[in-house]
C-alpha cells in the first residue's frame, strides 16, 4: 500500500525502497533542496529558522545541515525552487567561514578537545554511545581510519573546539569544522572579532583588515592543498559502502580562496600558517603545513634552501611557546628607569598615567640565539628595522605579542602569541 508525506513535499521524488527493511537514503541532497516550503520560510528570519532546525537532539544533524548548506551553494539546482532554505544555509555558510578564520588568526585561543569516543557497543542509554549509534554505516568516516585498518573495533569521535574556554563546535569529515547549536555564551570573550556578532559567528570577510586577509588566505590556500587528500583519506576503510564526496566542501573552500584572492590583490602566496598540534588523524593531515624558513647570512629569512642558509623550520617558533612573561610595572617618576638598565625589555608606554610596563622577552632558545646582536632594533630602541617586536595588553589581561619578520624581501607578521602576565 503506498504512503504519502503528510507534512513534507519535495519537487525530487524519492523512491521509497523495500517496506520492513532499512534502505540506503541516497538522494538525500536533492530531495532536501527541493523540499517545498511555500511562503512559510520567506517570511521567517534565518535566526528562528536555525533554532527550529537544530531542535533536533543529535549532533550529526547539525553537522549534515553544514554538509548539506556546503552542497547546495556550491551546486544548486536551476530546476529547483530553494529560496526557502538559502538564506538558512548562507547563514551556516558564513558561521563555517568564521570559524575557520578564528582558527587562522588566533591559535592561542581556540583548542581542540582530545578525541571524544562514541563508542555505539557502549550502555544503551549512554549519550555518547547513543551518538555513535546513529552514524550506522558513516561510522568509519567519523573514525581514525589509520587505526581501524588495524583494529575493526575502531571507534568514531569528535573533537571538540573551543574559543577562550567556550565551546563552539566540533570536527566533522564532511566540512571539516561545524559551529554548535547555541555559543552566544562566548560574548565579551571574542574579543577583537568583530565578525561575532548577535551570537553566532558570520562572514568574516567585510571585518578582515589586510594583515588578517593575508593569514586567512594562507590558512585557506593551506586546507585547500590537503583537501584531496583528506578526502581519500576518510573513505580509505569503506569497504563496499558508497564513497563518500565532499563536493561542497571542496568547492566553497575553493571559492572562498579565490574570493580573497580578488579581494586582496597582491597576497603573498607563501607564508607562516596557524598549527594545532593535538588533532586526531585524519584532521591532523587536513590541517598540517610545513613551511620552512632558512636564515641567511645577513640575518634575514628566506624559503630558499641555499647553500649558505641555516634551517630554521617554522618561523613561528621564534616565540616562545612559554604560557606567561613577567611583567614590571614603572611609574612615571620611577627612578632608575629600567629601559637605562642593562638589560633588554619589551616595553609598553602607559597612555593612562603617563609611565611604562615592562615584560620579559617572549622568544624562544632559538629567537634570541638569532636575535641577540639585533634586540634594540627589534625592540625598536636602535635604528629602523624591518624586524619589529611589539605588544599590547589586550581585552583579557594577556600580553598579545605581535613579530615582523623579513622573509624574501617582504616583512611578514607572525601569527600573535598571547601570555598570561606574572606582574611583580
Given at each position: 500500500m503506498s504512503t504519502k508525506a503528510l507534512l513534507i513535499k519535495s519537487y525530487t521524488n524519492l523512491s521509497t525502497g523495500t517496506a520492513g527493511e532499512w534502505n540506503e537514503l541516497n538522494m538525500a541532497p536533492s530531495y532536501i533542496q527541493g523540499i517545498k516550503t511555500g511562503k512559510i520560510l520567506d517570511e521567517m528570519s534565518s535566526d528562528k529558522l536555525a533554532a527550529l532546525i537544530s531542535g533536533v537532539p543529535t549532533p550529526w544533524a547539525r553537522a549534515r545541515l553544514f554538509k548539506f548548506a556546503l552542497q547546495t551553494l556550491n551546486a544548486p539546482d536551476p530546476n529547483i525552487d530553494s529560496s526557502g532554505l538559502q538564506q538558512f544555509y548562507e547563514m551556516l555558510h558564513g558561521e563555517w567561514r568564521g570559524l575557520l578564520a578564528v582558527m587562522a588568526l588566533y591559535p592561542d585561543r581556540v583548542s581542540f578537545s582530545a578525541p571524544v569516543s562514541l563508542n555505539g557497543n557502549g550502555r544503551l542509554y549512554d549519550i555518547a554511545s547513543a551518538f555513535g549509534r546513529m552514524l550506522f554505516d558513516d561510522k568509519d568516516l567519523w573514525s581514525n581510519q589509520l587505526q581501524l585498518a588495524k583494529d575493526p573495533d575502531t571507534q568514531p569521535f569528535i573533537q571538540l573546539i573551543y574559543y577562550r574556554g567556550h565551546l563552539v563546535g566540533g570536527t566533522s569529515p564532511m566540512t571539516g569544522v561545524f559551529t554548535g547549536v547555541d555559543y552566544s555564551q562566548i560574548g565579551a570573550d571574542a574579543g577583537e572579532v568583530q565578525w561575532f556578532r548577535n551570537g553566532r559567528f558570520e562572514d568574516p570577510m567585510p571585518f578582515l583588515n589586510p594583515e588578517q586577509l593575508q593569514k586567512v588566505y594562507l590558512f585557506v590556500k593551506n586546507l585547500n592543498r590537503n583537501i584531496e587528500a583528506?578526502?581519500?583519506?576518510?573513505?580509505?576503510?569503506?569497504?563496499?559502502?558508497?564513497?563518500?564526496?565532499?563536493?561542497?566542501?571542496?568547492?566553497?573552500?575553493?571559492?572562498?580562496?579565490?574570493?580573497?584572492?580578488?579581494?586582496?590583490?597582491?597576497?603573498?602566496?607563501?607564508?607562516?600558517?596557524?598549527?594545532?598540534?593535538?588533532?586526531?588523524?585524519?584532521?591532523?593531515?587536513?590541517?598540517?603545513?610545513?613551511?620552512?624558513?632558512?636564515?641567511?647570512?645577513?640575518?634575514?629569512?628566506?624559503?630558499?634552501?641555499?647553500?649558505?642558509?641555516?634551517?630554521?623550520?617554522?618561523?613561528?617558533?621564534?616565540?616562545?611557546?612559554?604560557?606567561?612573561?613577567?611583567?614590571?610595572?614603572?611609574?612615571?617618576?620611577?627612578?632608575?628607569?629600567?629601559?637605562?638598565?642593562?638589560?633588554?625589555?619589551?616595553?609598553?608606554?602607559?597612555?593612562?598615567?603617563?609611565?611604562?610596563?615592562?615584560?620579559?622577552?617572549?622568544?624562544?632558545?632559538i629567537g634570541l640565539d638569532i636575535f641577540k646582536n639585533s634586540l634594540a632594533g627589534l625592540l625598536g630602541y636602535g635604528d629602523n628595522s624591518k624586524t619589529r617586536l611589539s605588544a599590547r595588553l589586550n581585552d583579557a589581561g594577556l600580553l598579545a605579542v605581535s613579530l615582523v619578520v623579513e622573509i624574501d624581501g617582504q616583512q611578514v607578521e607572525l601569527n600573535t602569541r598571547e601570555y598570561v602576565v606574572k606582574w611583580m
Open positions: 583528506f578526502e581519500d583519506n576518510i573513505n580509505a576503510q569503506r569497504g563496499g559502502k558508497r564513497r563518500a564526496e565532499l563536493n561542497g566542501f571542496k568547492g566553497m573552500s575553493r571559492k572562498w580562496e579565490e574570493e580573497m584572492q580578488r579581494a586582496g590583490g597582491q597576497l603573498r602566496d607563501k607564508g607562516p600558517v596557524a598549527q594545532y598540534v593535538n588533532l586526531e588523524y585524519p584532521f591532523s593531515d587536513l590541517f598540517k603545513s610545513s613551511v620552512p624558513v632558512y636564515l641567511k647570512p645577513d640575518f634575514t629569512f628566506t624559503y630558499d634552501d641555499g647553500s649558505d642558509c641555516k634551517l630554521v623550520g617554522d618561523v613561528q617558533k621564534l616565540l616562545s611557546d612559554d604560557k606567561f612573561v613577567v611583567g614590571w610595572a614603572e611609574a612615571p617618576d620611577a627612578r632608575p628607569k629600567l629601559s637605562e638598565s642593562a638589560v633588554y625589555y619589551l616595553k609598553i608606554d602607559n597612555l593612562v598615567d603617563k609611565g611604562a610596563n615592562y615584560f620579559s622577552l617572549p622568544l624562544s632558545e
